[in-house]
């Protein structure tokens, strides 16, 4: 049975659009399209709400193992309902705000920052029949959404009243408009070989394997890698996450904009660098790693939001390990590797990607010299501007006393 | 594996990407550079390789694959890529020689600060040379060229800070330069005759027999023929890069380069440029074979340059002290072999020669770089000796090199190949004249090159660098070695027993039947070769020289002849006497015409403008100057009550710009336009 | 009144808006501001004839020059920060009716 | 529709004018976001959705940071903030000056018969066709756009740099 249908049809592809219809079909008409709205809006907010507490959870615990410790082990089972002890005793403390501080915008700032870190969710395309919004230019209203959160830092920074706070703003401004550069010029090649700004046309173009078993993943192609890894950088940048995580220093800025946040709001800057985080994963898998599609033809089967997971738990799983592993960077070191290194890598990876597209027609002998020549572009520059950046720059040694 | 003709570009491209990327690396990349350039050249070997196997399965046609570069109102000029025997011999020739070179130069450069910039030249040189063999047409041929010229300069003037070096590039380029004239003066005429400068381009191009029908049949003044007259202008290009006499004063100079450049331009590329174009355009030096009414022939103007020059050549590197200036003779003198093999007739024979030339000729070169390598770059024989003993595989391949050089016979391809050259001489029915100049030739080769093996590698060492000397590392050996190997066997595929080469290269240019009409010219030059070797060995191996201070044998027995040998029989002062002194004439004229002739007008002019100037002054300033000082005040004194309009305060601006709107749209409106 | 005309009416009274902020205001950047929601008022009428125009008229002329007009605000943006912080420096504040010194 | 419109007017008009009124530079650089913003929504409103998010994308992710940046470099500390108040006579001009303009302009709009098309379906202009008007007839004019972006970042780091000879000195 299942071998005859086509597998967008299986039922296990189709299971979430029947448990919409079943819902929606007890509602009159005409309130339909509004029952399926809030439907995507309830169902975001509860999978990625419980998606952000079991992160957390993930994350001390991998971060735990790492370091050699168990991590939270007490509540509940292996500790899994340490997450809601976290969530009650963040709602129930106290909420401070200082009495110099802009009252408003010290509201404002982790509102605005959860709500534009979850407006871009909704072009992801979580499945191949699970979009919440097919917009036409999809890439272009994630990026748009994602730009407003530089606003909120900067208000939490600026309406706090306090230098520690305002001087992270600004660095944190400085950051975030950085790699903001590369995080849009990594995505550029994408969207010009798909020749659309359609979450959904993007994927598609990545369906399709060679010989049943390579994927046309655009992470296989050398653009497509040299623009992956500059994506993940740039993101990792962008979510505030380590090495990157200077605007909430704890040793300098005792935690940057977050100092004068408590309570539940400082739960809420959270809750926003993870959806942020989540965000962008989701962003690189639609981009690079093919969204929901499986990577060989047999295994198609698997219903597409599975394997959407899969890769999204992955890069997720490679955040915290970046996290444990790397050391935090400098502030000039941070600025100098944005402008000096990725932002040209990208622009000449942009060129990479245009003779790709270009060199498409190429085959027989002629298809080496394209894989040739799109690597080289990509090693050669790597390797010349990596040399640069580290030119007269020791590898530190350690004595000890 | 095969490759067709619109492909071709490829095997030039490769040398070209490893120049550009040996271009943009810095400094340290030494490995980045030298990497991509030895790959490069492997590719090159091995894209020749099937293009080989191409041309083989059609051996008699010429695949080509034209296209339109850019056009001028209807003329469209066209390039093109060509393959024939020819192209796919030389291309794996070069390439594999080449590759060779490049692998030595690993080791020959190693110390050298500018490794990258060299193997950047390195790979521009191939690149050009590779450029010349593909192309069909003229043109690229020229361009090509042109860009073989400008890399060697680069390299032979490498070590620019040395005055020698530079000198010796800029004789270089400049005597090539003067052949180039005549090449690009061919070019343009037979462009203007025939409106294409497309060799094989389906019955259209130059070489086809309607063109040549067509060239053979003008005539100019003085009774030569339009293919004579153009297929000369192109010999002359073919003189200044295969260093044919009278421009061969370069080449020796050009021995101030670093010495893989040396063989690279000795043994595989540049000066085979120039009997590759001959053998190129040969259609078009035939055309006027068959007519009796002409006065000269073009070809037997290039059997006559041959001859002089392989007689020149061998007699001077006789005289010479320096190891590397006897090979660059050596070099002349073969190149004029092979000219004298295209002038008689034998197409096959120059190019057979050509091939295991370059074979031998690149490991002498290379087999001297080692010796130059062990013993500190001394190269003066006189203060070398005795390295056979401490450099045995360079001393091995070196004599392997030597003895098929001076046509040791049976075993060594160099014997082959210069028989076909003397018996093609002896059957060509004009003249005698060039087989005896090759035949004396013959004993000089063998002569010298016994003298530079006896006191290079015999007897004692005679300075502190040769007798520190010691084997050089395998990178530098191996290509030695295989080059060796090659100088051997290469031979057996153009033997009269199994003429593999002759009867591939035939194809349709030319008659290709190798000529051997009996033993009696092979008993003659054999006999002529133990004579060289005989005499060389009685002057300088049967008594070794002692010290490096110890006058030359032969100097001794003919002071007179070995000194004008040594001077090189006074050419580049019999150049600088002449050419420069009338050059320098020449300047003095227009000196003295810029100085005194034109100078003399134009200062006339400029006073008579001075007179005119003072007078308009005058006039200025007592006439005009009234009138406007007094229009000047008014307006100055309005400019002040402007200028109090002007706050500079950008609010006011603005408020003036809304005020000034809204009376212009109430206007409008109330005049009804809206 | 039809739909368009609405939408002109708002862009009007945006223009005029930020004609009076810059007219008003002696802050330069508060003064550019303005600029920038005159410049928006103008881009609005853009779109709002875009939207509205009669059926076969040029099919994306006013979306176009809405997004070029965009582009040339940022690079307008970049250069007043940098005359707003050069003023700064020369003058220690950023009083619009300050910066005279070019006054003839 | 003409709820949404009207909604979108008044939030455009309404932070205008707060914008315009308030003390604070950061609280009326915040308000002019939320202006732009409304511009957006605006567009979005009128089916521009690619020239909407570009709002978004340029002036709430962009020239508000610059904005941001302006005041903040520009700022004394609160203690010696100076207290931007504008002459009476010169608020007064400016509102009449505006009033004016807005009397003609609404009188010039409401007096032309404007032909217009209503019935037109929104977001009638796809990504894909307006992509190539970009990249076909308008090529030329995106590559000025390009070299201008450039010069005029260029132009900002050199007026923005301090002067080579350090006469000025640290503010």
New interface residues.
């Given amino acids: 049975m299942i071998a005859t249908l086509p597998p967008a049809e299986s039922w296990l592809e189709r299971f979430p659009l029947l448990v919409r219809d079943w819902i929606t079909g007890h509602l009159p008409e005409s309130l339909g399209w509004l029952a399926v709205s809030l439907l995507a809006i309830v169902v975001i907010l509860a999978a990625f709400g419980l998606l952000f507490a079991y992160l957390t959870l993930a994350e001390r615990k991998i971060l735990g193992r790492i370091q050699n410790r168990p991590g939270p082990n007490r509540t509940g089972w292996f500790g899994l309902l340490q997450p809601f002890a976290d969530g009650i005793k963040a709602v129930t403390k106290e909420d401070v705000v200082p009495r110099e501080a802009d009252a408003v915008l010290h509201f404002l700032a982790p509102v605005l920052l959860v709500a534009m870190s979850l407006l871009g969710l909704a072009v992801i395309p979580f499945g191949r029949h699970l979009l919440a919004a097919n917009l036409e230019a999809g890439v272009l209203y994630f990026f748009a959404a994602g730009a407003a959160t530089e606003l909120a830092v900067f208000m939490a920074g600026w309406a706090s009243h306090n230098k520690y706070s305002l001087l992270a703003a600004m660095r944190a401004l400085a950051q975030l408009i950085s790699y903001e550069l590369p995080l849009l010029l990594s995505v550029v090649p994408v969207v010009m070989l798909a020749g659309s700004l359609s979450t959904t046309h993007i994927v598609d173009a990545q369906g399709g394997w060679t010989f049943g078993w390579i994927p046309h993943w655009h992470v296989l192609t050398p653009w497509g890698f040299a623009g992956f890894v500059m994506f993940m950088i740039a993101a990792l940048a962008e979510s505030n996450r380590s090495p990157f995580d200077l605007p909430e220093a704890e040793s300098e800025l005792i935690a940057g904009h977050l100092t004068e946040y408590s309570g539940f709001k400082y739960a809420l800057f959270f809750m926003a660098e993870y959806f942020g985080m989540c965000g962008l994963s989701a962003m690189a898998v639609t981009l690079f790693l093919g969204g929901w599609q499986a990577p060989c033809a047999f295994l198609e089967f698997i219903p597409s939001y599975v394997w959407f997971t899969a890769k999204l738990l992955t890069l997720l799983l490679g955040f915290i390990w970046i996290r444990a592993t790397l050391p935090r960077l400098r502030m000039d070191q941070l600025t100098r590797l944005a402008w000096k290194f990725l932002v040209p890598l990208t622009l000449l990876n942009l060129a990479n990607a245009a003779f790709w597209s270009l060199s498409a027609g190429w085959s027989g002998p002629m298809h080496w010299v394209r894989w040739a020549i799109a690597l080289t572009v990509v090693v050669g520059p790597f390797l010349l501007l990596g040399r640069a950046l580290t030119a007269g720059v020791a590898p530190r040694t350690y004595r000890y006393a | 594996m095969n490759l067709s003709a619109s492909?071709l570009w490829?095997i030039p491209a490769l040398p070209l990407l490893a120049a550009a990327?040996g271009a943009l690396t810095?400094r340290g990349g030494r490995s980045l550079a030298s990497g991509a350039a030895i790959i490069a050249m492997v590719g090159a070997l091995g894209l020749s390789v099937a293009a080989l196997g191409t041309a083989l399965a059609h051996p008699a046609a010429h695949l080509t694959d034209n296209f339109t570069w850019f056009s001028i109102g209807t003329d469209a000029v066209r390039l093109g890529w060509l393959l024939d025997p020819l192209t796919a011999f030389m291309a794996v020739m070069v390439s594999f020689v080449g590759l060779l070179i490049f692998i030595f130069s690993l080791g020959y450069m190693k110390e050298d600060a500018n490794f990258t910039r060299f193997f950047c030249f390195l790979s521009l040189f191939a690149a050009a040379m590779l450029g010349v063999l593909v192309a069909n047409s003229l043109l690229l041929v020229f361009v090509c060229w042109e860009l073989v010229g400008l890399a060697s300069y680069l390299l032979i003037g490498f070590w620019f800070h040395k005055p020698s070096a530079a000198a010796a590039a800029k004789k270089a380029f400049i005597t090539t330069r003067i052949g180039d004239l005549g090449l690009l003066l061919g070019m343009l005429w037979l462009y203007h005759v025939r409106g294409t400068l497309l060799f094989y381009d389906g019955g259209n191009g130059v070489l086809e027999p309607s063109s040549l029908a067509l060239l053979s049949h003008g005539k100019i003044a003085g009774g030569i023929a339009l293919s004579t007259a153009i297929g000369l202008l192109i010999f002359c290009g073919a003189i200044g890069k295969s260093g044919q006499f009278p421009l061969h004063v370069w080449l020796p100079d050009a021995m101030e380069g670093p010495t893989p450049v040396s063989a690279l331009i000795h043994a595989a590329t540049m000066v085979a440029a120039g009997v590759f174009l001959i053998a190129r355009v040969y259609p078009l030096m035939l055309a006027d074979q068959h007519l009796a009414n002409v006065s000269v022939h073009a070809l037997t103007v290039v059997a006559g340059i041959g001859a002089i020059t392989a007689l020149l050549g061998a007699a001077i590197a006789v005289g010479q002290n320096d190891i590397k200036r006897v090979l660059a003779f050596s070099t002349v003198s073969q190149l004029g072999y092979m000219m004298l093999a295209l002038g008689v007739g034998s197409w096959v024979a120059a190019i057979f020669h050509l091939l295991t030339h370059a074979f031998f000729k690149a490991l002498l070169f290379l087999g001297a770089g080692s010796v130059i390598h062990a013993a500190h770059h001394e190269q003066d024989m006189r203060r070398l000796g005795g390295l056979g003993r401490r450099m045995k595989i360079t001393f091995a391949t070196f004599a392997v090199g030597m003895m098929a050089l001076a046509g040791v016979p049976f075993l060594f391809s160099g014997f082959w190949s210069k028989e076909g050259i003397l018996h093609a001489a002896h059957a060509w029915p004009v003249s005698q004249l060039p087989l005896i100049a090759g035949l004396i030739a013959v004993v000089l080769t063998a002569f010298y090159m016994t003298r530079l093996v006896a006191e290079v590698f015999l007897g004692s060492p005679r300075s502190d660098a040769a007798s520190h000397a010691h084997e050089n590392s395998p990178v530098m050996t191996v290509p030695l070695v295989i080059l060796a190997i090659g100088a051997v066997l290469l031979g057996l595929i153009g033997t009269p027993a199994w003429p593999w080469l002759q009867s591939n290269l035939g194809g349709v240019v030319v008659p290709a039947e190798s000529i051997f009409e009996g033993p009696g010219l092979m008993v003659l030059s054999i006999v002529l070769v133990c004579l060289g070797l005989g005499v060389g060995w009685a002057l300088y191996g049967w008594r070794k020289r002692r010290d490096a201070f110890a006058p030359d044998p032969l100097a001794v027995a003919m002071p007179g002849v070995f000194a004008a040998l040594a001077a090189k029989l006074g050419f580049d002062e019999f150049y600088a006497l002449t050419f420069g002194r009338l050059n320098q004439l020449l300047a003095v004229v227009a000196d003295g015409l810029d100085r005194w002739v034109w100078g003399g007008i134009i200062s006339g002019v400029a006073w008579m403008g001075e007179a005119l100037g003072t007078f308009d002054r005058e006039m200025d300033e007592s006439g005009l100057n009234g009138g406007f000082d007094a229009a000047s005040e008014k307006l100055r004194g309005v400019g002040n009550a402007y200028?109090r309009a002007?706050?500079?305060?950008?609010?006011g601006y603005?408020?003036t710009l809304?005020?000034a709107?809204?009376v212009l749209?109430?206007l409008l409106?109330l005049g009804g336009v809206? | 009144m039809n739909m368009l005309q609405a939408c002109l009416l708002l862009s009007s009274a945006l223009f005029c808006i930020g004609l009076v902020t810059a007219l008003s205001r002696s802050n330069t950047i508060l003064v550019l501001l303005g600029i920038e929601i005159m410049l928006n008022a103008a881009n609005l009428n853009f779109i709002a004839f875009w939207r509205f125009s009669p059926a076969g008229s040029a099919p994306a002329t006013g979306v176009i020059f809405v997004l070029f007009s965009i582009a040339v605000a940022a690079a307008e943006a970049a250069v007043w920060l940098a005359l707003v912080i050069a003023l700064y420096r020369h003058q220690q504040n950023i009083r619009l009716q300050e910066a005279t010194r070019l006054k003839g | 529709m003409n709820l949404t419109f009207a909604l979108i007017a008044f939030l455009i008009l309404a932070s205008a004018v707060l914008a315009a009124t308030r003390r604070d530079l950061i609280h009326s650089a915040l308000l002019l976001v939320g202006n732009w913003l409304g511009v957006a929504f605006f567009y979005l409103w009128a089916g521009a959705e690619f020239v909407a998010f570009a709002q978004a994308l340029v002036y709430v992710g962009a020239i508000s940071m610059v904005v941001l940046f302006a005041v903040l470099l520009t700022r004394r500390m609160r203690t010696e903030l100076p207290l931007l108040v504008a002459t009476r006579d010169r608020v007064v001009s400016a509102v009449l000056g505006g009033a004016a303009v807005f009397g003609v302009l609404a009188v010039a709009v409401l007096r032309t018969p404007l032909d217009t098309n209503p019935a037109k379906p929104a977001g009638s202009v796809s990504m894909l066709s307006l992509g190539q008007q970009l990249m076909g007839p308008q090529a030329a004019a995106v590559l000025i756009v390009g070299v201008l972006l450039t010069v005029s970042l260029l132009g900002a780091v050199v007026l923005a740099s301090s002067d080579a000879d350090g006469k000025e000195g640290a503010p």
């Fill in positions: 492909s490829l990327i810095p200028s002007q706050t500079g305060e950008a609010h603005l408020r809304a005020v709107f809204v749209a109430l409106l809206l």
